[in-house]
């Protein structure tokens, strides 16, 4: 049995790996999403895998660099709480505003329920104010 906070952290090193082009999407789908995953996105609702991806998309193409850092992590029963850091640089163009170049750093808090080693569903929350602030 993998620890709960081992998927959390395989999870987020895996949206890195993607980001920086290490791996494809293709090649962790199976081992690290359980079947019928569900995103419970804030602002747009609840998204299977396919919209998941559409919408990480989004980030992965504007920021360079984008990587998780974490900061603390606690787990009770199947869900595992996390608290990141969350860094890149500021290369495409992100809710409309075009590429500054600017290196940004925000916080991330999330929830990750883990079934059968997988993450089955996930809970983002992070500082959109303050990403907004640092590339405007």
Same mark, same amino acid.
């Given at each position: 049995m993998v620890g709960l906070g081992a998927v959390a952290v395989a999870f987020h090193a895996q949206m890195d790996a993607i980001a920086a082009g290490k791996t494809q999407w293709g090649e962790i789908e199976g081992e690290l999403f359980a079947p019928g995953f569900v995103a419970h996105m804030m602002g747009v609702g609840d998204v299977d895998l396919a919209g998941y991806r559409e919408g990480v998309g989004a980030f992965m193409g504007a920021f360079e660099g984008? @990587?998780? %850092?974490? @900061? &603390?992590?606690? &787990? !009770?029963? !199947?869900?595992? &709480? *996390? %608290?990141?850091?969350? /860094?890149? /640089?500021? /290369?495409?163009?992100?809710?409309?505003? +075009?590429?500054?170049? %600017? @290196? =940004? *750093?925000?916080? =991330?808090?999330?929830?990750? %329920? =883990? +079934? !059968?080693?997988?993450? &089955? @569903?996930?809970?983002? *929350?992070? !500082?959109a104010v303050g990403l907004m602030r640092q590339i405007s």
């Open positions: 984008y @990587e998780h %850092r974490l @900061e &603390a992590q606690v &787990a !009770d029963g !199947d869900l595992v &709480a *996390s %608290r990141w850091t969350w /860094t890149g /640089t500021h /290369t495409g163009e992100f809710n409309g505003v +075009a590429a500054t170049g %600017r @290196e =940004v *750093s925000i916080g =991330v808090m999330n929830f990750i %329920r =883990v +079934a !059968d080693g997988k993450v &089955a @569903e996930f809970w983002p *929350s992070f !500082d």
